[in-house]
Protein backbone atom coordinates (compact mmCIF):
# COMPACT_ATOMS: atom_id res chain seq x y z
CA UNK A 1 0.00 0.00 0.00
CA UNK A 2 1.19 3.57 -0.77
CA UNK A 3 2.14 5.81 1.46
CA UNK A 4 -0.04 9.33 1.71
CA UNK A 5 2.00 11.99 1.01
CA UNK A 6 2.33 15.20 2.94
CA UNK A 7 1.49 17.66 0.41
CA UNK A 8 3.92 20.78 0.42
CA UNK A 9 1.20 23.19 0.58
CA UNK A 10 -2.56 22.94 0.98
CA UNK A 11 -4.74 25.97 0.65
CA UNK A 12 -8.02 24.06 1.03
CA UNK A 13 -7.27 22.78 4.71
CA UNK A 14 -7.10 27.17 5.45
CA UNK A 15 -10.51 27.13 4.64
CA UNK A 16 -11.50 24.20 6.50
CA UNK A 17 -9.76 25.34 9.80
CA UNK A 18 -12.29 28.66 8.96
CA UNK A 19 -15.24 26.77 7.18
CA UNK A 20 -17.81 29.06 9.58
CA UNK A 21 -16.65 32.17 9.08
CA UNK A 22 -15.85 32.10 6.37
CA UNK A 23 -18.94 30.66 4.76
CA UNK A 24 -20.96 33.41 6.36
CA UNK A 25 -18.94 36.22 5.46
CA UNK A 26 -19.52 34.97 1.58
CA UNK A 27 -23.34 34.53 2.33
CA UNK A 28 -22.97 38.12 3.49
CA UNK A 29 -21.26 39.33 0.78
CA UNK A 30 -23.39 37.43 -1.82
CA UNK A 31 -26.83 38.77 -0.01
CA UNK A 32 -24.88 42.65 -0.25
CA UNK A 33 -25.82 42.68 -4.25
CA UNK A 34 -22.92 44.64 -4.71
CA UNK A 35 -19.93 42.62 -5.70
CA UNK A 36 -17.05 45.05 -7.03
CA UNK A 37 -15.77 47.85 -4.94
CA UNK A 38 -18.03 48.15 -2.81
CA UNK A 39 -18.39 47.88 1.23
CA UNK A 40 -16.56 44.74 1.60
CA UNK A 41 -13.95 46.00 -0.30
CA UNK A 42 -13.56 49.26 1.66
CA UNK A 43 -13.64 47.51 4.84
CA UNK A 44 -10.82 45.03 3.90
CA UNK A 45 -8.83 48.18 2.94
CA UNK A 46 -9.47 49.71 6.21
CA UNK A 47 -8.67 46.48 7.95
CA UNK A 48 -5.68 45.58 5.89
CA UNK A 49 -3.84 48.96 6.00
CA UNK A 50 -4.79 49.40 10.23
CA UNK A 51 -2.71 45.80 10.52
CA UNK A 52 -0.36 46.58 8.81
CA UNK A 53 0.68 50.29 10.29
CA UNK A 54 0.33 52.21 7.11
CA UNK A 55 -1.88 54.98 5.87
CA UNK A 56 -3.67 53.58 2.96
CA UNK A 57 -4.32 50.48 0.93
CA UNK A 58 -5.68 49.70 -1.79
CA UNK A 59 -6.90 46.13 -3.52
CA UNK A 60 -6.97 45.01 -6.49
CA UNK A 61 -7.03 42.14 -8.80
CA UNK A 62 -3.48 39.78 -8.05
CA UNK A 63 0.08 40.81 -6.96
CA UNK A 64 0.91 41.44 -10.16
CA UNK A 65 -1.35 43.74 -10.95
CA UNK A 66 -0.04 45.95 -7.51
CA UNK A 67 3.09 45.99 -8.27
CA UNK A 68 2.33 47.28 -11.80
CA UNK A 69 -0.23 49.87 -10.50
CA UNK A 70 2.53 51.18 -8.66
CA UNK A 71 4.63 51.92 -11.02
CA UNK A 72 1.69 53.20 -12.74
CA UNK A 73 1.62 55.80 -9.81
CA UNK A 74 4.62 56.71 -9.71
CA UNK A 75 4.98 57.52 -13.47
CA UNK A 76 7.45 55.04 -14.01
CA UNK A 77 6.76 53.17 -17.11
CA UNK A 78 8.42 53.86 -20.82
CA UNK A 79 11.99 55.45 -20.61
CA UNK A 80 12.38 53.91 -17.15
CA UNK A 81 14.29 50.95 -15.69
CA UNK A 82 13.47 49.09 -12.42
CA UNK A 83 15.96 46.68 -11.19
CA UNK A 84 15.01 43.47 -9.35
CA UNK A 85 16.16 39.98 -9.05
CA UNK A 86 15.89 37.16 -11.34
CA UNK A 87 15.54 34.68 -8.25
CA UNK A 88 11.44 35.51 -7.62
CA UNK A 89 8.37 34.43 -9.01
CA UNK A 90 8.17 35.65 -12.77
CA UNK A 91 5.35 38.02 -11.86
CA UNK A 92 8.09 40.15 -10.46
CA UNK A 93 9.38 40.61 -13.84
CA UNK A 94 6.44 40.46 -15.67
CA UNK A 95 5.18 43.48 -13.48
CA UNK A 96 7.72 45.80 -14.24
CA UNK A 97 7.05 45.25 -18.19
CA UNK A 98 3.22 45.58 -17.83
CA UNK A 99 4.02 48.95 -17.16
CA UNK A 100 6.33 49.72 -19.82
CA UNK A 101 10.01 50.09 -17.86
CA UNK A 102 13.10 47.67 -18.47
CA UNK A 103 14.12 45.34 -16.34
CA UNK A 104 17.50 44.69 -14.55
CA UNK A 105 18.05 41.85 -12.91
CA UNK A 106 20.40 41.52 -10.18
CA UNK A 107 22.04 38.89 -8.15
CA UNK A 108 21.13 37.93 -4.95
CA UNK A 109 23.09 37.28 -1.05
CA UNK A 110 23.60 33.46 -1.51
CA UNK A 111 22.66 33.03 2.51
CA UNK A 112 19.12 34.64 2.40
CA UNK A 113 17.97 34.52 -1.25
CA UNK A 114 17.27 37.79 -1.30
CA UNK A 115 18.91 41.06 -3.38
CA UNK A 116 22.61 41.63 -2.84
CA UNK A 117 21.89 45.28 -1.80
CA UNK A 118 25.85 46.05 -2.90
CA UNK A 119 25.10 45.13 -6.46
CA UNK A 120 22.22 47.70 -6.44
CA UNK A 121 24.38 50.37 -4.68
CA UNK A 122 26.68 49.47 -7.86
CA UNK A 123 24.24 49.57 -10.39
CA UNK A 124 22.61 52.93 -8.77
CA UNK A 125 26.04 54.68 -8.59
CA UNK A 126 27.23 53.02 -12.04
CA UNK A 127 24.42 52.38 -14.35
CA UNK A 128 24.95 49.72 -16.97
CA UNK A 129 25.45 51.91 -20.39
CA UNK A 130 22.43 51.53 -22.89
CA UNK A 131 19.91 51.63 -20.44
CA UNK A 132 16.91 53.98 -19.74
CA UNK A 133 17.68 55.62 -16.18
CA UNK A 134 17.25 53.60 -13.17
CA UNK A 135 14.19 55.38 -11.52
CA UNK A 136 13.09 52.84 -9.05
CA UNK A 137 14.40 49.18 -7.57
CA UNK A 138 11.45 46.44 -5.92
CA UNK A 139 13.10 44.66 -3.25
CA UNK A 140 11.57 41.08 -3.24
CA UNK A 141 11.17 40.00 0.08
CA UNK A 142 11.11 36.50 -0.73
CA UNK A 143 10.45 33.04 1.56
CA UNK A 144 9.07 35.62 4.08
CA UNK A 145 12.38 37.13 5.13
CA UNK A 146 13.27 40.40 4.63
CA UNK A 147 15.49 42.04 2.32
CA UNK A 148 18.81 43.73 3.80
CA UNK A 149 16.80 47.29 3.12
CA UNK A 150 18.63 49.83 5.37
CA UNK A 151 21.24 50.37 2.67
CA UNK A 152 19.21 49.94 -0.35
CA UNK A 153 16.87 52.95 0.86
CA UNK A 154 20.05 54.63 1.26
CA UNK A 155 21.02 53.90 -2.33
CA UNK A 156 17.67 54.90 -3.79
CA UNK A 157 17.58 58.16 -1.91
CA UNK A 158 20.86 59.09 -3.54
CA UNK A 159 19.90 58.28 -6.61
CA UNK A 160 16.51 59.45 -6.87
CA UNK A 161 14.94 56.05 -7.55
CA UNK A 162 11.74 54.57 -5.50
CA UNK A 163 11.92 51.60 -3.94
CA UNK A 164 9.29 49.29 -3.87
CA UNK A 165 9.02 46.14 -1.30
CA UNK A 166 7.88 43.11 -3.29
CA UNK A 167 5.88 41.38 0.06
CA UNK A 168 4.24 38.34 -2.06
CA UNK A 169 5.33 36.36 0.47
CA UNK A 170 5.76 38.32 3.56
CA UNK A 171 2.53 39.10 4.97
CA UNK A 172 3.43 40.23 8.75
CA UNK A 173 7.15 39.90 8.44
CA UNK A 174 9.21 42.22 10.06
CA UNK A 175 12.69 44.35 9.94
CA UNK A 176 14.40 46.01 12.89
CA UNK A 177 10.70 46.13 14.55
CA UNK A 178 8.49 47.32 11.98
CA UNK A 179 6.47 45.36 9.57
CA UNK A 180 7.80 44.76 5.79
CA UNK A 181 5.75 46.91 3.57
CA UNK A 182 5.96 49.84 5.70
CA UNK A 183 9.28 50.99 4.93
CA UNK A 184 9.55 51.58 1.28
CA UNK A 185 7.68 54.26 -1.26
CA UNK A 186 4.99 51.46 -1.53
CA UNK A 187 4.17 47.82 -1.32
CA UNK A 188 2.83 45.34 -3.32
CA UNK A 189 1.07 41.98 -1.64
CA UNK A 190 0.04 38.90 -3.48
CA UNK A 191 -3.58 37.37 -1.99
CA UNK A 192 -3.18 34.07 -3.63
CA UNK A 193 -4.50 31.23 -2.25
CA UNK A 194 -0.97 29.82 -1.08
CA UNK A 195 0.13 32.91 0.62
CA UNK A 196 0.60 33.20 4.22
CA UNK A 197 -2.25 35.80 3.91
CA UNK A 198 -4.64 34.08 0.67
CA UNK A 199 -8.20 34.70 -0.67
CA UNK A 200 -9.82 31.89 -1.88
CA UNK A 201 -9.15 32.95 -5.85
CA UNK A 202 -6.72 35.38 -7.43
CA UNK A 203 -6.47 38.55 -5.02
CA UNK A 204 -3.97 41.60 -4.94
CA UNK A 205 -3.10 45.34 -2.33
CA UNK A 206 -0.71 47.58 -2.23
CA UNK A 207 -0.35 49.74 0.47
CA UNK A 208 1.80 53.54 0.79
CA UNK A 209 1.83 56.18 3.01
CA UNK A 210 1.28 58.49 0.47
CA UNK A 211 -2.17 59.52 -0.06
CA UNK A 212 -1.81 60.83 -3.41
CA UNK A 213 -0.16 57.70 -4.48
CA UNK A 214 -3.17 55.94 -3.27
CA UNK A 215 -5.57 57.81 -4.63
CA UNK A 216 -4.16 57.73 -8.16
CA UNK A 217 -3.79 54.19 -7.96
CA UNK A 218 -7.50 53.89 -6.77
CA UNK A 219 -8.63 55.65 -9.68
CA UNK A 220 -6.06 53.94 -12.35
CA UNK A 221 -7.45 50.62 -11.06
CA UNK A 222 -10.59 51.61 -12.54
CA UNK A 223 -9.71 52.84 -16.28
CA UNK A 224 -8.74 56.03 -14.90
CA UNK A 225 -12.01 56.94 -13.17
CA UNK A 226 -12.78 59.53 -10.66
CA UNK A 227 -16.30 60.22 -11.48
CA UNK A 228 -18.05 57.22 -13.28
CA UNK A 229 -17.44 56.34 -16.86
CA UNK A 230 -15.39 59.78 -16.84
CA UNK A 231 -11.36 58.51 -17.57
CA UNK A 232 -9.31 61.41 -16.38
CA UNK A 233 -6.05 59.13 -16.94
CA UNK A 234 -5.05 56.06 -18.61
CA UNK A 235 -6.04 53.53 -16.87
CA UNK A 236 -6.83 49.59 -16.54
CA UNK A 237 -9.58 47.03 -15.07
CA UNK A 238 -7.83 45.43 -11.68
CA UNK A 239 -10.69 45.28 -8.86
CA UNK A 240 -10.73 42.79 -6.05
CA UNK A 241 -14.04 41.31 -5.77
CA UNK A 242 -16.41 41.38 -2.58
CA UNK A 243 -16.55 38.34 -1.81
CA UNK A 244 -12.94 37.53 -1.98
CA UNK A 245 -12.79 40.66 0.11
CA UNK A 246 -15.06 39.19 2.86
CA UNK A 247 -12.79 36.25 2.73
CA UNK A 248 -10.02 37.68 3.21
CA UNK A 249 -11.62 40.19 6.24
CA UNK A 250 -11.95 36.72 8.08
CA UNK A 251 -8.49 35.40 7.10
CA UNK A 252 -6.83 38.51 8.31
CA UNK A 253 -7.63 38.05 11.99
CA UNK A 254 -6.12 34.50 11.42
CA UNK A 255 -2.69 36.08 9.82
CA UNK A 256 -0.70 36.67 12.91
CA UNK A 257 -1.51 33.15 14.74
CA UNK A 258 -0.62 31.61 12.04
CA UNK A 259 2.37 33.12 11.34
CA UNK A 260 3.46 31.97 14.68
CA UNK A 261 2.10 28.60 14.13
CA UNK A 262 5.22 29.02 10.63
CA UNK A 263 7.64 29.70 13.02
CA UNK A 264 7.13 26.97 15.76
CA UNK A 265 7.40 24.34 12.77
CA UNK A 266 10.21 26.04 11.90
CA UNK A 267 11.56 25.37 14.67
CA UNK A 268 11.09 21.80 14.68
CA UNK A 269 12.37 21.69 11.55
CA UNK A 270 15.51 23.26 12.13
CA UNK A 271 16.05 20.83 15.50
CA UNK A 272 15.47 18.10 13.02
CA UNK A 273 18.14 18.56 11.01
CA UNK A 274 20.82 19.74 13.35
CA UNK A 275 24.06 17.55 13.02
CA UNK A 276 22.15 16.16 9.41
CA UNK A 277 23.50 16.79 5.54
CA UNK A 278 21.50 20.06 5.57
CA UNK A 279 21.57 22.83 7.17
CA UNK A 280 18.64 24.97 8.20
CA UNK A 281 17.39 28.30 6.57
CA UNK A 282 19.34 31.80 7.43
CA UNK A 283 17.80 33.96 9.22
CA UNK A 284 18.24 37.89 9.36
CA UNK A 285 19.61 38.68 13.14
CA UNK A 286 17.33 42.10 13.15
CA UNK A 287 14.33 40.52 10.97
CA UNK A 288 11.42 38.46 11.59
CA UNK A 289 10.87 35.73 9.68
CA UNK A 290 7.74 34.45 8.74
CA UNK A 291 8.58 31.33 6.51
CA UNK A 292 6.08 31.77 3.52
CA UNK A 293 8.42 28.85 2.59
CA UNK A 294 11.17 26.74 4.51
CA UNK A 295 13.78 26.23 2.07
CA UNK A 296 16.44 24.03 2.28
CA UNK A 297 20.10 24.14 0.06
CA UNK A 298 20.85 20.66 -1.70
CA UNK A 299 24.48 19.49 -2.19
CA UNK A 300 25.76 18.40 0.90
CA UNK A 301 27.15 14.87 1.36
CA UNK A 302 27.16 14.32 -2.38
CA UNK A 303 23.51 14.60 -2.25
CA UNK A 304 21.42 16.47 -5.40
CA UNK A 305 18.29 17.86 -4.56
CA UNK A 306 16.64 15.05 -7.15
CA UNK A 307 17.96 12.44 -4.54
CA UNK A 308 16.66 14.42 -1.35
CA UNK A 309 12.99 15.18 -2.62
CA UNK A 310 13.06 11.31 -3.81
CA UNK A 311 13.78 10.28 -0.43
CA UNK A 312 11.95 12.51 1.20
CA UNK A 313 8.62 11.12 -0.81
CA UNK A 314 9.92 7.65 -0.06
CA UNK A 315 9.29 8.49 3.62
CA UNK A 316 6.22 10.46 2.54
CA UNK A 317 6.65 14.14 2.26
CA UNK A 318 6.21 16.14 -0.48
CA UNK A 319 8.47 19.07 -1.63
CA UNK A 320 8.51 22.24 -3.84
CA UNK A 321 10.76 24.40 -5.48
CA UNK A 322 10.45 28.28 -5.87
CA UNK A 323 11.80 28.21 -8.25
CA UNK A 324 13.68 25.63 -10.74
CA UNK A 325 14.53 28.36 -13.38
CA UNK A 326 15.49 31.98 -12.81
CA UNK A 327 13.64 34.40 -14.55
CA UNK A 328 16.94 35.44 -17.05
CA UNK A 329 17.20 31.80 -17.97
CA UNK A 330 13.70 31.66 -19.13
CA UNK A 331 13.32 31.17 -22.81
CA UNK A 332 10.70 34.47 -22.84
CA UNK A 333 13.26 36.61 -21.20
CA UNK A 334 16.72 34.87 -21.67
CA UNK A 335 19.06 36.99 -23.78
CA UNK A 336 16.72 39.80 -23.46
CA UNK A 337 16.33 40.64 -20.55
CA UNK A 338 19.85 42.81 -18.96
CA UNK A 339 21.95 41.70 -15.93
CA UNK A 340 23.58 43.30 -13.34
CA UNK A 341 27.60 43.08 -13.37
CA UNK A 342 27.49 39.59 -11.09
CA UNK A 343 25.74 37.90 -14.14
CA UNK A 344 23.32 36.45 -11.82
CA UNK A 345 25.47 33.78 -11.02
CA UNK A 346 24.22 33.47 -7.42
CA UNK A 347 20.47 33.22 -9.05
CA UNK A 348 21.99 30.35 -11.56
CA UNK A 349 23.48 27.92 -8.73
CA UNK A 350 20.69 28.28 -5.84
CA UNK A 351 17.78 27.52 -8.78
CA UNK A 352 19.66 24.35 -8.93
CA UNK A 353 19.64 23.80 -5.44
CA UNK A 354 16.68 24.80 -3.17
CA UNK A 355 13.49 22.63 -2.06
CA UNK A 356 11.04 24.19 -0.07
CA UNK A 357 9.39 21.31 2.80
CA UNK A 358 5.49 21.61 3.69
CA UNK A 359 4.83 24.53 5.64
CA UNK A 360 1.30 26.24 6.39
CA UNK A 361 -0.41 26.37 9.71
CA UNK A 362 -2.27 23.83 9.80
CA UNK A 363 -0.03 21.15 9.49
CA UNK A 364 -0.69 18.48 12.54
CA UNK A 365 1.66 18.30 15.39
CA UNK A 366 1.23 14.66 14.07
CA UNK A 367 2.62 15.89 10.44
CA UNK A 368 5.13 17.79 11.74
CA UNK A 369 6.59 15.13 13.67
CA UNK A 370 6.47 12.57 10.44
CA UNK A 371 7.90 15.13 8.24
CA UNK A 372 11.22 15.47 11.50
CA UNK A 373 11.31 12.29 11.45
CA UNK A 374 12.06 12.40 7.69
CA UNK A 375 14.80 14.99 8.09
CA UNK A 376 16.87 12.81 10.39
CA UNK A 377 16.24 9.70 8.36
CA UNK A 378 18.17 11.81 5.43
CA UNK A 379 21.63 11.49 7.73
CA UNK A 380 20.86 7.97 7.76
Not at 201 to 229: M, N, P, S
Request: glycine share 10%; net charge negative.
Amino acid sequence: MSMTVIPQADPGAGYRAQQAEIDAAVARALASGWYILGREGEAFEQEFAAWLGTTRAVGCANGTDALALILRGLGIGEGSTVATVSHTAVATVAAIEMAGAVPLLLDIDPDTYTMDPDELVAVLEDPPPGLPPIRAAIAVHLYGQACDLDPMLAACQAAGAALIEDCAQAHGAMLGGRRLGTLGQASAFSLYPTKNLGALGDGGVLATDDFELADRIAAIRQYGWKERYISSMVGVNSRLDEVQAAILRVKLTALDAGNERRRQIAAAYDAALAGGPLSPPARRPDAEHVFHQYVLRAGAWGMTRSDVQARLRNDGVGTGIHYPVPVHLQSAYAGRVPLGPAGCAETARASQEVLSLPMYPELTDDQVGHICWALRNLAG
